[in-house]
């Protein structure tokens, strides 16, 4: 599976940005999406995930802020992001994780967008 992710950039503190992510193929109702993200000099951190059912779980940091979204026709996986903070600066991942069986489990990874939140 191919994850191809757009849409970072550079954004004045409190502006918006959405990211896109498509995938090679289609999602699968086990499929769990999600967007991460790793600043300079820190670990990658979980930002927000969604499920099939459409279940969302989000990161305090920012909770209330970022919404995430899937497009199941589309195949595509989406993370608006609003009142965005320096903070919030970092290579933007998205994640697709598979479970081709009940022993299985698979990541597969977008290539990061860059973004970039000016004080």
């Known amino acids: 599976v191919q994850l191809q992710a757009s849409g970072g950039g550079l954004v004045q503190a409190g502006g918006p940005l959405r990211l896109s992510c498509v995938a090679s193929?289609?999602?699968?109702?086990?499929?769990?999406l999600g967007w991460y993200r790793q600043a300079p000099g820190k670990e990658r951190e979980l930002v927000a995930s969604?499920?099939?059912?459409?279940?969302?779980r989000y990161a305090d940091s920012v909770q209330g802020r970022f919404t995430i979204s899937r497009d199941n026709a589309e195949h595509t996986i989406y993370l608006q992001m609003n009142s965005l903070k320096p903070e919030d600066t970092a290579v933007y991942y998205c994640?697709?994780?598979?479970?081709?069986?009940?022993?299985?489990?698979?990541?597969?990874w977008g290539q990061g967008t860059e973004v970039t939140v000016s004080s």
């Open positions: 969604i499920t099939s059912g459409g279940t969302t």
């Open positions: 994640n697709l994780n598979a479970k081709p069986s009940i022993e299985a489990e698979l990541d597969y």
């Open positions: 193929r289609r999602f699968f109702r086990i499929d769990v």
